[in-house]
């Protein structure tokens, strides 16, 4: 039996710990960016375009999963503002990124992961012979 747990690369962002994941719902806000079609993105692999919006989803899936867009509570029992106010853009990244910070290849390591099942879960899943 296989190992279902998602790949995960660790990755610091504005003075934040964030872990970046491929899920479904990464393959949909960069299939969402393409216009309804995830192709685009997956044949140009390597290009900052599409390695900016895959990593943008994948922040804001971290920061969805832990609540960072979410409003808080203050230790005193105050409504606080959200961590963040808004979601991550390939623009924004692009802006304050430098290319050799941008782990281009963990990333499609990631994205690949997700679409692609490795040889032995491909196997696992196939019926057995007629």
Do not use: W
Not at 53 to 78: C, I, K, T
Not at 123 to 129: I, K, T
Request: charged share 30%.
């Amino acid at each position: 039996m296989s190992d279902i747990r998602l790949r995960e690369v660790p990755f610091d962002f504005d003075g934040r710990h964030y872990t970046l994941r491929c899920n479904m719902n990464v393959l949909a806000d960069v299939q969402e960016a393409y216009n309804g079609d995830l192709t685009p993105a997956l044949n140009m692999r390597g290009t900052l375009r599409s390695v900016l919006e895959f990593l943008a989803a994948m922040l804001n899936e971290d920061a969805d999963q832990r609540g960072l867009f979410e409003p808080g509570v203050s230790p005193e029992g105050y409504p606080c503002a959200p961590e963040l106010s808004r979601r991550f853009t390939a623009k924004q990244l692009g802006r304050k990124l430098k290319r050799s910070d941008i782990p281009m290849s963990k990333i499609f390591a990631l994205v690949q992961a997700e679409i692609a099942p490795k040889r032995d879960d491909a196997q696992e899943a196939a019926p057995e012979g007629n």
